[in-house]
């Protein structure tokens, strides 16, 4: 492979889709606390970024069996043999080592042990979420450590906005991989007797049909009123102010959130393109809450509205060559 490939396979099995969503999430907790230095903030997207290469490259590495069995997943790098598990392994290893020693130099030893601690979360998750059920739980609680990790950068004494985002960073992560990625996965997690919390809550596909019990759509309607629920009550208590117009937005966005919501657990045939539609949709609106709470303290950190718009537009423009249909889910 030439240079440009390899960085393009590389690229693909780090998930540069959703690479800047997830590598901003120290940033929220750091914009929470008060933070305001762009070196630090640049530092901390960094780190944020070396964590998000290391949680899905080595998701990758370890489905390699399964993604296999997927025709889709097959273009992947690591069952495509464009990017061999050693050199994944290596890749891994190199970038963690390096969020490490940014870490270390940037900000000391306890806040290296709560990276690892983040880090160690995630890998758990990637080893054992198809053996034991319930381990949405574990990397939902990793991303919460990621905002902890970002608001203890400033300091240690967390203000209530940060028990906020946290969260709503947990119910997130926990929406989309236990309903969006159970959902996602269905085609094979059933085949491969997955212990998935979503197959053993019965969803499956046989013949391309689509099987969701009426259970997990609850699942599915209660996270998203939970969600709802703690971005709103802090705003009705006075904890969060927001300018009326911001709340309207706030509105919108649920209301959106609810109706992909309801696309996504009543679909009845599985197409998998769809289902990453809905899936980047589904994540994407939920996101778009936390940048508009950021204002109460933060009014620039709207604009992180439009980063993960725009990591994903450009990676899968440069990457799969279209704008909204990624390749990697």
């Given at each position: 492979?030439?240079?440009?490939?390899?960085?393009?396979?590389?690229?693909?099995?780090?998930?540069?889709?959703?690479?800047?969503?997830?590598?901003?999430?120290?940033?929220?907790?750091?914009?929470?606390?008060?933070?305001?230095?762009?070196?630090?903030?640049?530092?901390?997207?960094?780190?944020?970024?070396?964590?998000?290469?290391?949680?899905?490259?080595?998701?990758?590495?370890?489905?390699?069996?399964?993604?296999?069995?997927?025709?889709?997943?097959?273009?992947?790098?690591?069952?495509?043999?464009?990017?061999?598990?050693?050199?994944?392994?290596?890749?891994?290893?190199?970038?963690?080592?390096?969020?490490?020693?940014?870490?270390?130099?940037f900000y000391g030893v306890?806040?290296?042990?709560?990276?690892?601690?983040?880090?160690?979360?995630?890998?758990?998750?990637?080893?054992?979420?198809?053996?034991?059920s319930g381990m949405d739980?574990?990397?939902?609680?990793?991303?919460?450590?990621?905002?902890?990790?970002?608001?203890?950068?400033?300091?240690?004494?967390?203000?209530?906005?940060?028990?906020?985002?946290?969260?709503?960073?947990?119910?997130?992560?926990?929406?989309?991989?236990?309903?969006?990625?159970?959902?996602?996965?269905?085609?094979?997690?059933?085949?491969?007797?997955?212990?998935?919390?979503?197959?053993?809550?019965?969803?499956?596909?046989?013949?391309?049909?689509?099987?969701?019990?009426?259970?997990?759509?609850?699942?599915?309607?209660?996270?998203?009123?939970?969600?709802?629920?703690?971005?709103?009550?802090?705003?009705?208590?006075?904890?969060?102010?927001?300018?009326?117009?911001?709340?309207?937005?706030?509105?919108?966005?649920?209301?959106?959130?609810?109706?992909?919501?309801?696309?996504?657990?009543?679909l009845k045939r599985f197409?998998?393109?769809?289902?990453?539609?809905?899936?980047?949709?589904?994540?994407?609106?939920?996101?778009?809450?936390?940048?508009?709470?950021?204002?109460?303290?933060?009014?620039?950190?709207?604009?992180?509205?439009?980063?993960?718009?725009?990591?994903?537009?450009?990676?899968?423009?440069?990457?799969?060559?279209?704008?909204?249909?990624?390749?990697?889910?």
């Amino acid at each position: 492979m030439n240079l440009k490939t390899t960085v393009f396979e590389y690229a693909k099995l780090s998930s540069a889709h959703f690479i800047f969503l997830t590598a901003i999430i120290p940033l929220t907790g750091a914009i929470a606390m008060g933070e305001k230095d762009l070196f630090l903030l640049t530092m901390l997207f960094l780190i944020g970024l070396s964590a998000h290469i290391v949680g899905f490259a080595f998701n990758h590495y370890v489905d390699i069996e399964v993604d296999r069995l997927i025709s889709s997943a097959n273009k992947r790098p690591l069952p495509s043999g464009s990017i061999s598990k050693s050199n994944a392994l290596i890749y891994i290893l190199l970038v963690l080592l390096l969020g490490c020693l940014l870490t270390l130099y940037f900000y000391g030893v306890i806040m290296l042990l709560l990276y690892l601690l983040g880090i160690l979360l995630a890998g758990l998750y990637d080893l054992y979420s198809k053996r034991i059920s319930g381990m949405d739980f574990v990397l939902a609680a990793s991303v919460m450590v990621g905002v902890v990790f970002g608001a203890a950068t400033v300091s240690f004494q967390f203000s209530p906005l940060i028990g906020i985002l946290c969260v709503l960073a947990f119910l997130q992560t926990l929406n989309l991989n236990l309903i969006a990625g159970g959902i996602k996965d269905a085609d094979h997690d059933y085949l491969i007797q997955s212990k998935h919390l979503s197959t053993r809550l019965g969803v499956r596909v046989q013949q391309e049909v689509f099987h969701i019990p009426t259970s997990f759509q609850l699942i599915g309607y209660l996270l998203g009123l939970l969600y709802a629920l703690c971005v709103f009550l802090p705003i009705f208590f006075g904890v969060i102010h927001l300018h009326i117009s911001l709340i309207l937005l706030l509105i919108l966005f649920n209301i959106l959130f609810f109706i992909v919501t309801y696309k996504i657990v009543h679909l009845k045939r599985f197409h998998r393109q769809e289902v990453r539609k809905y899936v980047v949709l589904q994540y994407t609106i939920n996101w778009s809450n936390i940048p508009i709470l950021l204002m109460s303290v933060a009014p620039l950190s709207g604009f992180l509205l439009l980063y993960p718009i725009i990591g994903l537009v450009v990676s899968n423009l440069i990457l799969y060559r279209t704008i909204v249909r990624p390749q990697v889910m």
